[in-house]
């Protein structure tokens, strides 16, 4: 079995880049480890509306609703309200995950790309040293699937990073673990997508209500790991869920638990190799949202691929392009989230409250970027200031320099 590419995982940044480098002529097959795309879901399902702009996806049985923006609540309840168009990577869109995912294996297939499904890589396939695709296992049987390009697009628990020498092992500092119900019967006629922060509601992370629907919505938390204990993320959305009178009806139709990398990128490309979507580790350390990323990086990936295919040439001085044009896309902003969130982390839930009282008013140009770190800067009392300039004078240094 040769062909020019393989992609292990069928996610959307393993589909967007097998497109991309079958559009421009390689010959690629993608296996996956599940028996059907996009299932199970594994996604608050949010995602911004400049993916119109992008022609990813055709038609809109992929949209669920379509939002007027976010609402962020701090733990005393004040409310910041922000525009659909200036509220980040998850709000725009609330999407059908499953059928999202589906839509965009279907436009790679119409590429020419071929998928073999209940198929999990074990191995990189190496010859003298060199990558020469992956060894494969479907039910009993075990084979080689040679390529020239090995797409590791396998998703949070990412090996192929691994096999290849890259660190990608996530820090427990690093990972959000997350549960959500879809709920049914729930009161939210408002197309926001709402986010309530606070230590005692989710500590390093928050609780959502995406709604889905008129009457459903996907309600789930994400808490950091390195606060967090078995079950505790589980814990505290039920108990988030019994206090809040929209849910008192309401009964869930789905339940699912999962993990988000909040991490700096991780080095994406060696000979014969590229890391794309979360195994790259393309997510916004502070929304948590990997989708529009996926899109992006997938895009890039896969015409480099192509390119490197054309000239025959795999090697990391080729492939680096890849590297380089996410860096200048979307990978910059990435890294100014982390440091923006090691410094979120360590407010306190008077000091979030007093910021919320003072920012409800304020219009940002996004929410989640260096304009709120601006806004935090002028609005906290100088006490605080001065403190987290004592503890984050470092990182205050590398976001602007950014
Ligand atoms: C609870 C939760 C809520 C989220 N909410 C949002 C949100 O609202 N908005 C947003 O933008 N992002 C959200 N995210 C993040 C988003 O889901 C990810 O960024 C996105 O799925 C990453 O896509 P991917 O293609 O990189 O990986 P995945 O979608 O994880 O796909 C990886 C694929 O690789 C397959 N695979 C893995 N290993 C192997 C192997 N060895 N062999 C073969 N196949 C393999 C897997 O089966 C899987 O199908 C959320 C994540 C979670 C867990």
């Not at 993990?259 to 990128?265: C, D, E, G, I, L």
């Not at 895009?299 to 192509?306: H, N, Q, S, Y």
């Amino acid at each position: 079995m040769k062909y020019d590419v393989v992609v292990v995982g069928s996610g959307p940044a393993g589909c967007v880049t097998a497109r991309f480098a079958a559009e421009n002529g390689a010959k690629v097959l993608i296996i996956e480890r599940r028996s059907e795309v996009g299932v199970p879901v594994l996604c608050g399902e949010g995602i911004s509306r400049k993916i119109d702009e992008w022609d990813m996806l055709e038609g809109d049985r992929w949209v669920a609703g379509r939002m007027d923006g976010a609402r962020i609540y701090s733990p005393d309840g004040t409310k910041v309200t922000v525009s659909a168009d200036k509220a980040g990577n998850e709000t725009g869109y609330v999407i059908y995950r499953d059928i999202f995912d589906q839509e965009l294996a279907r436009r790679a297939v119409k590429a020419g790309v071929k998928i073999m499904m209940n198929t999990m890589a074990i191995s990189l396939l190496k010859k003298n040293d060199k990558i020469k695709g992956v060894k494969a296992k479907r039910f009993d049987e075990e084979f080689d699937i040679e390529a020239d390009i090995v797409v590791g697009a396998d998703g949070v628990e990412s090996k192929i990073g691994q096999w290849a020498g890259i660190k990608t092992i996530l820090n427990p500092k690093d990972l959000e673990t997350c549960a959500q119900y879809t709920l049914t019967n729930v009161d939210c006629k408002d197309a926001y997508c709402d986010f309530y922060l606070g230590k005692e509601i989710a500590p390093g992370g928050y609780v959502w209500v995406f709604p889905k629907t008129k009457d459903t919505a996907n309600v789930g938390i994400g808490i950091l790991a390195s606060l967090s204990e078995a079950g505790m993320a589980k814990k505290l959305l039920d108990k988030f869920i019994e206090n809040d009178p929209r849910f008192k009806n309401s009964e869930p139709i789905r339940f699912l638990a999962g993990a988000v990398p909040v991490a700096n990128p991780v080095e994406t490309v060696r000979d014969n190799l590229i890391l794309v979507g979360d195994a790259a580790r393309h997510v916004d350390p502070i929304t948590g949202g990997g989708l529009t990323h996926c899109l992006e990086g997938g895009k890039i990936a896969g015409e480099i691929i192509a390119k490197a295919v054309k000239q025959k040439d795999f090697s990391k001085e080729i492939l680096i392009e890849y590297e380089n044009k996410c860096k200048e896309s979307f990978c910059q902003k990435i890294k100014r989230n982390y440091l923006v969130k090691e410094i979120l982390l360590d407010m306190d839930d008077k000091t979030l409250n007093y910021l919320a009282h003072e920012l409800k008013d304020v219009k940002f140009d996004e929410i989640s970027t260096y304009g709120l770190v601006k806004e935090l800067a002028k609005k906290l009392p100088l006490s605080t200031k001065l403190k987290a300039l004592i503890k984050h004078g470092e990182k205050i240094r590398e976001i602007k320099k950014i």
